[in-house]
């Protein structure tokens, strides 16, 4: 059985106290040569995960060669978002391949949503403790 | 000027009138509060289960052509 990984939620916003604690997730994220680190919200009603552009940038994709359009829905739903997939790092378990939608926008956080970070990962939020567990599921 | 005083007056307002003192008044508590009006957008793709199945194929054409990353 593997033993889940415990994360404290971050405070976002220091002055606002126990009203801007978040669910981040620290993890890596990497396309071939290409290694960015970063938070991601644990965003259990998206129902995707969600790349902002400059991350993808910064990873190497090019909006014109991504080929896979994906209609996004809520404040998303007037970008333009392109599906691509990653290989993700969150320390101390194994790679797993994320796939993302890639918006046009740094006007938002990267999301971990339903598909596929929630199919992946099992999830424990102990938010009376600021903490949260996660753990990959059993194959 | 007390509220004994206004209250006919209010009272005597159009309907409209009305709820355009109410909204005003709300406004200057709030800013009052130190309370900020604006838009606090939720960014969740919520429902978005089109997006999603399209993602899952993404996955599954990536699994097949084997990991680039």
Redesign the interface.
């Known amino acids: 059985m593997i033993e889940p990984a415990r994360f404290p939620f971050v405070d976002v916003d220091p002055s606002l106290a126990e009203s801007s604690l978040m669910p981040l997730l620290p993890l890596t994220l990497s396309k071939g040569e290409m290694v960015v680190s970063a938070y991601g919200l644990l965003d259990s009603g998206a129902a995707v995960n969600v790349l902002p552009y400059s991350l993808g940038e910064q990873l190497g994709f090019v909006w014109e060669e991504q080929r896979t359009s994906i209609v996004l829905s809520g404040n998303l739903a007037r970008l333009s978002a392109r599906g691509i997939v990653l290989s993700a790092i969150i320390a101390p378990f194994s790679a797993v391949r994320l796939a993302f939608a890639w918006t046009q926008s740094d006007n938002v956080r990267l999301l971990l949503g339903q598909a596929n970070f929630f199919m992946e990962f099992d999830v424990c939020f102990f938010r009376s403790q600021s903490q949260f567990e996660v753990t990959p599921k059993e194959l | 000027m007390s509220l004994t005083t206004v209250l006919p007056s209010v009272r005597a307002l159009p309907r409209k009138d009305k709820f355009r003192l109410m909204q005003e008044l709300l406004t200057e508590l709030s800013q009052e509060e130190g309370l900020e009006e604006g838009e606090y957008?939720?960014?969740?793709?919520?429902?978005?289960?089109?997006?999603?199945?399209?993602?899952?194929m993404?996955?599954e054409q990536?699994?097949k052509e084997g990991?680039?990353?």
Request: charged fraction near 15%; glycine fraction near 0%.
């Open positions: 957008p939720i960014w969740s793709p919520y429902d978005a289960h089109e997006a999603a199945a399209a993602l899952m993404l996955l990536d699994k990991a680039t990353a």
